[in-house]
């Protein structure tokens, strides 16, 4: 598959190598391409968009890691619906 030419000043490459290699990619196009499909397989609901920017709007508080599984298993079950409907 064609790779499409991509230039990025010396200080971009430095941030996106090194972000590539804190998150465990073994090169910065597979780092890329897998920013790129992250784009384009997960669209953003309106819904989920107005969820976010409410929750940006409420102030902090704490949850517990079961609280985050049952938020976590939700935008997952949203997702499958998304993507099946």
Known sequence: MPMTSL?????????????????????????LLSLI???TELPVSQELEEELLKSLQS???????????E????LIEQH???KAG
């Open 80 to 82: 499958h619906q998304a």
């Open 7 to 31: 230039k990025l000043s010396d200080d971009e490459r430095r941030r996106a190598m090194a972000r590539a290699a804190e998150l465990g990619f073994s090169t910065l196009e597979d780092y």
């Open 59 to 69: 102030s902090a508080r704490e949850f517990s890691p079961a609280v985050w599984e």
């Open 37 to 39: 499909h992250a784009d």
């Open 71 to 74: 938020k976590r298993r939700r």
